[in-house]
């Protein structure tokens, strides 16, 4: 199946400073793919959706000034965690569908994110 | 928009015993019923998929149901082994451009 990537796996950085992750579609151009994000024993919570060359779409709550979106390339899209605060920390995932025109969707491994 | 409920949320089980976790959805124009296995920490992995074309669909020691008069459809392992502890999360979609909406998951424990 497709791989998708995310870089960092895992980072702590102190309250206010903003944080950038990355996911990567390594094998394949991915137009659209997906930012979730998953408390502890919680479920994947869709943030946005990612559009290569254009705006992201936000879901209902979730602050598109806070939570930053480029998608400047068929095979990247980042998110910003901007003037993060310890309520903050969770683990984003993104995720793309299958190139192949399949339902399925590939998820990159995830990123850990702590605020202190 | 749609709305899947999932249950139970803790599934505890002997290894060898069979486990099923059940999922309703809301929108019946859903046709697209993918199940993950996510270990702790790692990223979601599909196992299983099911369309609503097709009541039920096996793969080894896990099948999928579905019944799509009642909106509902359910994972089924048989012979667990302790590898099969993990969170399982279902998941309904339209298909196409349209994203999954996501169960609150199952945390299964299978005990050696």
């Known amino acids: 199946g497709a791989v998708v990537s995310q870089h960092p796996s895992w980072v702590i950085c102190k309250s206010g400073t903003s944080v950038k992750i990355e996911c990567r579609s390594l094998?394949?151009?991915?137009?659209?793919m997906f930012w979730y994000r998953q408390f502890p024993k919680q479920s994947l919570m869709l943030m946005a959706t990612s559009n290569e060359g254009s705006k992201a779409t936000y879901e209902q709550g979730v602050e598109k000034d806070k939570f930053l979106i480029n998608h400047a390339s068929l095979t990247l899209s980042t998110l910003t965690v901007t003037s993060a605060h310890p309520e903050d920390s969770s683990f984003y995932i993104c995720?793309?569908?299958?190139?192949?025109?399949?339902?399925?969707?590939?998820f990159g491994p995830g990123t850990r994110l702590t605020v202190l | 928009g749609e709305n899947v409920e999932q249950h139970p949320s803790t599934l505890s089980v002997q290894e060898g015993d069979s486990a099923v976790i059940k999922c309703t959805y809301s929108?019946?124009?859903?046709?697209?019923f993918p199940w993950y296995k996510q270990e702790l920490g790692k990223r979601p992995q599909l196992i299983i998929d099911i369309r609503s074309n097709v009541g039920e669909k096996k793969d080894q020691r896990i099948a999928v149901t579905l019944n799509k008069t009642a909106k509902h459809f359910s994972l089924h392992i048989t012979e667990t082994q302790p590898e099969d502890s993990a969170v399982y999360f279902c998941a309904a979609s339209k298909g196409g451009s349209y994203i999954p909406t996501f169960g609150r998951g199952t945390s299964l424990i299978v005990h050696p």
């Open positions: 929108d019946s124009a859903s046709n697209y």
């Open positions: 995720s793309a569908r299958d190139p192949a025109g399949r339902d399925e969707q590939f």
């Open positions: 094998d394949f151009q991915a137009t659209t």
